[in-house]
């Protein structure tokens, strides 16, 4: 089994999804570009039946970007799989992720069908899309609480229609590591062909485990993670990217798996998703939040002056955030303050860049020390609600 583990990104399509966040096509396209020189695998642009936003979002990125591939989402329906097509015909590499839920309780309610019309659908949708694309993957929604044995016969059918990825949802975020794990472990000793599929997991963070579900499941044999920059998403959110990659990394003693990632990168895309989404990142959140390093304490302090490892685990420098105490203020150049904005995720046009350090300058004449946190107010507060 490969050690590389494929990064597939939604925060396009499931982190959009979270409550209050809406993104036009230039923001998306601005998440995108820096998905690209974050190294995810796979940018799921959208779901282009959803809305024509939405399919122009998709379609811009999938004529755009390079070197990766594009998904958009697509239910089990030739309609939407002909839609997501249109969006993604002029990507380098398109994919079409189409999904059905399998559990019984989303059977009865939500789709109104039994299990065999639902097993047909999934097989017609995958069938479909393979016409445009090889690359075709497939969601159980709700896997995490169907009939295993089902979801099994499901996998097996969709993979001899032609899924190439056979994705695993925790929709709702019940299951918990070690159920997850023995979950996708049995899944592949019983799905025949599976091993021509690449596994991958979605995981769901209504109890706070998405990230711990996913490494879970990584160790039990998947090879494709999705979630997004933040953890933004429905609900509780998906799992962190963030989290997960620098868990691989971190502990790689114990997993011996690779990705893609540029770290450097990981704390830039933070905050521009931030920005961009308007939603913040909690002080106390693992890896970009604000006191991620920081000590506080004397006897963490006095460790850390003395040994850096003794109180951290990751080196704040690999994911981009900057040890350089450059102090920007009343003195500084558009030079510098431009670099420092690129630094913290912002990437403004001239004339915001012209409004934006004519502020600063205005500040820095009221106060010596011009902080990340006054940047990031200046900008967001002031240039981008202009
Ligand atoms: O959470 C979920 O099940 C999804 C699917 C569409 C993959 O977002
Ligand atoms: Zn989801």
Same mark, same amino acid.
């Given at each position: 089994?490969?050690?590389?583990?494929?990064?597939?990104?939604?925060?396009?399509?499931? +982190?959009?999804?979270?409550?209050?966040?809406?993104?036009?096509?230039?923001?998306?396209?601005?998440?995108?570009?820096?998905?690209?020189?974050?190294?995810?695998?796979?940018?799921?642009?959208?779901?282009?039946?959803?809305?024509?936003?939405?399919?122009?979002?998709?379609?811009?990125?999938?004529?755009?970007?390079?070197?990766?591939?594009?998904?958009?989402?697509?239910?089990?329906?030739?309609?939407?799989?002909?839609?997501?097509?249109?969006?993604?015909?002029?990507?380098?590499?398109?994919?079409?992720?189409?999904?059905?839920?399998?559990?019984? $309780?989303?059977?009865?309610?939500?789709?109104?069908?039994?299990?065999?019309?639902?097993?047909?659908?999934?097989?017609?949708?995958?069938?479909?899309?393979?016409?445009?694309?090889?690359?075709?993957?497939? /969601? %159980?929604?709700?896997?995490?609480?169907?009939?295993?044995?089902?979801?099994?016969?499901?996998? %097996?059918?969709?993979?001899?229609?032609?899924?190439?990825?056979?994705?695993?949802?925790?929709?709702?975020?019940?299951?918990?590591?070690?159920?997850?794990?023995?979950?996708?472990?049995?899944?592949? *000793?019983?799905?025949?062909?599976? *091993?021509?599929?690449?596994?991958?997991?979605?995981?769901?963070?209504?109890?706070?485990?998405?990230?711990?579900?996913?490494?879970?499941?990584?160790?039990?044999?998947?090879?494709?993670? *999705?979630?997004?920059?933040?953890?933004?998403?429905?609900?509780? +959110?998906?799992?962190?990217?963030?989290?997960?990659?620098?868990?691989?990394?971190?502990?790689?003693?114990?997993?011996?798996? &690779?990705?893609?990632?540029? &770290?450097?990168?990981?704390?830039? &895309?933070?905050?521009?998703?931030?920005?961009?989404?308007?939603?913040?990142?909690?002080?106390?959140?693992?890896?970009?939040?604000?006191?991620?390093?920081?000590?506080?304490?004397?006897?963490?302090?006095? +460790?850390?002056?003395? *040994?850096?490892?003794?109180?951290?685990?990751?080196?704040?420098?690999?994911?981009?955030? /900057?040890?350089?105490?450059?102090?920007?203020?009343?003195?500084?150049?558009?030079?510098?303050?431009?670099?420092?904005?690129?630094?913290?995720?912002?990437?403004?046009?001239?004339?915001?860049?012209?409004?934006?350090?004519?502020?600063?300058?205005?500040?820095?004449?009221?106060?010596?020390? $011009?902080?990340?946190?006054?940047?990031?107010?200046?900008?967001?507060?002031?240039?981008?609600? $202009?």
């Amino acid at each position: 089994m490969s050690n590389r583990v494929y990064i597939f990104d939604t925060t396009l399509r499931d +982190g959009e999804q979270s409550p209050g966040v809406s993104l036009n096509i230039n923001e998306k396209l601005q998440i995108a570009r820096q998905l690209v020189r974050l190294g995810v695998d796979i940018i799921e642009a959208g779901f282009p039946i959803t809305s024509p936003g939405d399919f122009a979002a998709v379609q811009a990125v999938a004529r755009e970007v390079r070197g990766i591939t594009v998904a958009g989402l697509a239910r089990a329906n030739f309609k939407d799989i002909d839609r997501a097509y249109e969006a993604l015909k002029e990507a380098e590499q398109a994919r079409i992720h189409t999904f059905i839920a399998t559990s019984d $309780i989303h059977l009865k309610y939500k789709l109104r069908k039994d299990r065999e019309q639902v097993l047909e659908a999934a097989v017609a949708a995958v069938k479909h899309a393979k016409k445009y694309t090889s690359d075709v993957e497939f /969601s %159980a929604e709700d896997a995490s609480r169907s009939d295993i044995d089902y979801l099994s016969r499901v996998f %097996a059918e969709v993979i001899k229609a032609g899924a190439t990825v056979i994705n695993i949802p925790d929709t709702v975020g019940y299951t918990t590591p070690e159920e997850y794990a023995q979950f996708i472990r049995s899944i592949m *000793e019983k799905t025949p062909g599976i *091993e021509k599929a690449i596994v991958s997991v979605h995981c769901h963070d209504d109890l706070g485990l998405a990230v711990a579900n996913s490494l879970a499941a990584v160790g039990a044999g998947a090879r494709q993670v *999705e979630g997004t920059i933040n953890g933004i998403g429905e609900r509780a +959110g998906n799992a962190a990217l963030e989290e997960v990659v620098m868990g691989l990394y971190t502990r790689k003693d114990r997993f011996g798996l &690779t990705t893609g990632f540029n &770290t450097k990168e990981i704390y830039r &895309t933070s905050r521009l998703v931030s920005s961009l989404t308007g939603m913040p990142v909690q002080p106390n959140k693992a890896v970009v939040g604000k006191n991620a390093f920081a000590h506080e304490s004397g006897i963490h302090q006095d +460790g850390v002056l003395k *040994e850096r490892t003794t109180y951290e685990i990751m080196n704040p420098e690999m994911l981009g955030i /900057s040890s350089n105490n450059l102090v920007l203020g009343k003195h500084s150049g558009r030079h510098a303050f431009r670099e420092r904005l690129s630094e913290l995720g912002f990437e403004l046009s001239d004339e915001e860049l012209n409004l934006a350090f004519a502020r600063f300058k205005a500040l820095a004449d009221k106060k010596k020390e $011009i902080t990340d946190q006054d940047l990031q107010a200046l900008v967001e507060d002031e240039i981008r609600q $202009i």
